[in-house]
């Protein structure tokens, strides 16, 4: 029984996220070097539940594999704000340093580059939202169906 109990829980280990996920910037900030580190794992563990269901680990590998190779990878990565928008849902503006590097296509270098994410709190924890999605509550009426937007 030990022989066996011991793997499965070093797998169970290995797979879980070593963040302060109730800390949307610790958050943020693991996601951030995950990706610069090109621990695609730790990143793909730290985005939203519907953006996992809709996203293979395989599509969000080669996705970051095709950032890389239009805009080279970032080295370093600057925190500026993190902003509440709503309940259950932050915003952090960040900047990405990037180094130039030779036998890269330098035609869109530039040496930063300033992007928005969202997080949102889900399931006790905070998570990144990597897709772009609306959640919609379909309310059956005499009239058709009545359509409210629950989630953007």
Known sequence: MRRVLIPVLLAVAGCTVNVNTLDPEAVA??????????????????????SQRYTPYGDFVKYWQNYFKRYGRPYKHTIHDVSKAKPGLVIVEYTWHYKKTPGVDTTV?????????KLKFEFRRWAVKFRKYRIIKETPTPYGVQREVIEE
Do not use: P, T
């Not at 900030?29 to 519907?50: P, T």
């Not at 270098?109 to 994410?117: D, N, T, V």
């Open 29 to 50: 900030h693991a996601y951030l070097k995950a990706i610069e580190n090109g621990d695609f794992k730790k990143a793909y563990m730290l985005i939203d539940g519907v």
């Open 109 to 117: 270098f530039l040496k930063e580059r300033s992007y928005r994410m």
